[in-house]
């Protein structure tokens, strides 16, 4: 149940701003509903009938995720129209997508606009992190969702005032499964990993790996003092996906951050 | 858990189309899942008895088809199963390999019930 207005967010994602504790979205409001919400009055009364006759077989033959997708597309459209470059950022809980959005949000929106849209399951505390860079950020709580979806990055940019020629970076909730299967309408997808995570992880969940366009290497000021074999992970990585583009930086120290920054501002640039 | 929302959006998908076809109960819905395509069929299966409660599928049984993983050589052109995402060619040992089935997601086909109640 939803705390602030009491209403049911089973399934349901919310969206909040960060200092404004009366602001609260839910996604599904005014968008698609399910057809078994709880006001539905069931027009089956099992039990009381038994149904004779015959059974027919209707040929279906869509995506599962077929809905996700086309939402997905419409938000890839609309970023396209307006300009708008979208990065979806994947990753375990703890590698360090928050961090590294610190580092390159300052120097790159006094010349271009940026917007964040933060997915977690609770709290606003990454959002009220990226506010204090003075930059537009909306928070998703997914409450017991796993992953984004297009519907909730739909809902969530209509709410921020993008502006046109601009940067949205889109932070996944911390999980290296279920996002990736979500198609969030992204321009590309970044899967961070840091050193203190196995160097095995691109074996380990392969999908995420598959579906990233680069792969960013975070944390590697600490590779002194882990058991963490790079060549050995940059190659797992690129066995899972051959087109992978891979950096190695520290958001904390700021090491290897101009090559990925440089990098950025390129794809900026060509987009 | 993302087998939650997935079974969320196939039940989602199957009572739209039952309601389409004359709001008959569902009793069987048919699915193709790769064995690359990150879905545990068994995963699915519980949380899909979860998420059709209350709608015209609460009773459908699920059919699933697990295609194996097929891999296409970028260099050769050879065509061998596959277990994951990468592989080598077993003609050429290149490692340029384009995955062209076991990815599969897709609902088929489903079967309503209809006729008269007694």
Request: hydrophobic share 35%; glycine share 8%.
């Given at each position: 149940?939803?705390?602030t207005c009491g209403?049911?967010?089973?399934?349901?994602?919310v969206l909040?701003k960060?200092g404004?504790?009366?602001?609260?979205v839910?996604?599904?409001?005014?968008e698609?509903?399910?057809?078994?919400t709880?006001?539905?009055h069931h027009t089956h009364?099992?039990?009381?009938?038994?149904?004779?006759?015959?059974?027919?077989?209707?040929?279906?033959?869509?995506?599962?995720l077929?809905?996700?997708?086309?939402l997905?597309?419409r938000?890839?459209?609309?970023?396209?129209?307006?300009n708008?470059?979208?990065?979806n950022?994947?990753s375990?809980?703890?590698s360090?997508?928050?961090?590294?959005?610190e580092?390159?949000?300052?120097?790159?929106?006094q010349?271009i606009p940026?917007?964040?849209?933060?997915?977690?399951?609770?709290t606003?505390?990454?959002?009220e992190?990226?506010?204090a860079?003075g930059?537009?950020v909306?928070?998703?709580?997914?409450?017991?969702?796993?992953?984004?979806?297009?519907?909730?990055?739909?809902r969530?940019f209509?709410e921020l005032?993008?502006?046109d020629n601009?940067l949205?970076?889109?932070?996944?909730?911390?999980?290296?499964v279920c996002p990736?299967l979500f198609d969030?309408?992204e321009?590309?997808?970044?899967v961070?990993?840091?050193v203190?995570?196995?160097?095995?992880?691109?074996?380990?969940?392969?999908?995420?790996f598959?579906?990233a366009?680069?792969c960013?290497l975070?944390?590697?000021?600490?590779?002194p003092?882990?058991?963490?074999d790079?060549?050995?992970c940059r190659e797992?990585a690129?066995?899972?996906?051959?087109?992978?583009?891979w950096f190695?930086l520290?958001?904390?120290?700021?090491?290897?951050?101009?090559a990925?920054?440089?990098?950025?501002?390129?794809?900026?640039?060509?987009? | 858990m993302?087998?939650l929302?997935?079974?969320?959006?196939i039940v989602?998908?199957v009572?739209?189309k039952?309601?389409?076809?004359?709001?008959g109960?569902i009793?069987?819905?048919?699915l193709?899942?790769?064995?690359l395509?990150?879905?545990?069929p068994?995963s699915?299966?519980?949380c899909f008895?979860?998420a059709s409660?209350g709608?015209l599928?609460?009773?459908?049984v699920?059919?699933?088809?697990?295609?194996e993983?097929?891999?296409?050589c970028?260099?050769c052109?050879?065509k061998?199963?596959?277990?994951?995402?990468?592989a080598?060619?077993?003609?050429?040992?290149?490692l340029?390999?384009?995955?062209?089935?076991?990815?599969?997601f897709?609902i088929?086909?489903?079967t309503?019930e209809?006729g008269?109640?007694?």
């Amino acid at each position: 149940m939803c705390d602030t207005c009491g209403c049911s967010t089973e399934g349901g994602a919310v969206l909040r701003k960060p200092g404004q504790s009366d602001y609260h979205v839910h996604v599904s409001d005014g968008e698609h509903g399910h057809t078994h919400t709880h006001d539905e009055h069931h027009t089956h009364d099992i039990g009381h009938h038994h149904q004779e006759g015959t059974s027919r077989k209707v040929v279906i033959e869509q995506d599962v995720l077929q809905k996700n997708n086309l939402l997905a597309e419409r938000n890839r459209g609309y970023f396209e129209a307006r300009n708008i470059f979208a990065l979806n950022f994947l990753s375990s809980p703890g590698s360090g997508k928050t961090s590294l959005l610190e580092k390159i949000i300052p120097p790159l929106h006094q010349r271009i606009p940026v917007a964040v849209i933060e997915g977690d399951q609770q709290t606003t505390n990454d959002a009220e992190r990226i506010q204090a860079l003075g930059v537009p950020v909306i928070q998703i709580n997914t409450g017991s969702g796993c992953h984004l979806d297009a519907a909730m990055v739909n809902r969530a940019f209509k709410e921020l005032d993008l502006q046109d020629n601009s940067l949205l970076c889109i932070e996944n909730v911390g999980n290296l499964v279920c996002p990736a299967l979500f198609d969030l309408g992204e321009a590309l997808k970044v899967v961070i990993i840091s050193v203190t995570e196995g160097d095995d992880k691109p074996l380990k969940y392969p999908t995420m790996f598959h579906e990233a366009d680069l792969c960013i290497l975070n944390k590697i000021d600490l590779l002194p003092y882990v058991d963490f074999d790079v060549s050995k992970c940059r190659e797992n990585a690129m066995r899972v996906n051959h087109h992978l583009e891979w950096f190695e930086l520290s958001a904390k120290t700021g090491e290897g951050l101009a090559a990925w920054q440089q990098w950025l501002e390129d794809k900026l640039a060509q987009h | 858990m993302h087998e939650l929302s997935i079974a969320l959006s196939i039940v989602e998908a199957v009572e739209l189309k039952a309601q389409e076809e004359g709001g008959g109960k569902i009793s069987g819905i048919d699915l193709v899942i790769g064995k690359l395509a990150g879905i545990v069929p068994e995963s699915l299966r519980f949380c899909f008895s979860a998420a059709s409660k209350g709608t015209l599928a609460e009773d459908a049984v699920l059919a699933i088809e697990e295609p194996e993983g097929v891999g296409e050589c970028g260099e050769c052109g050879m065509k061998f199963p596959v277990t994951f995402y990468y592989a080598e060619c077993p003609e050429c040992r290149s490692l340029r390999i384009k995955i062209i089935s076991g990815e599969e997601f897709s609902i088929q086909s489903m079967t309503i019930e209809e006729g008269e109640e007694s």
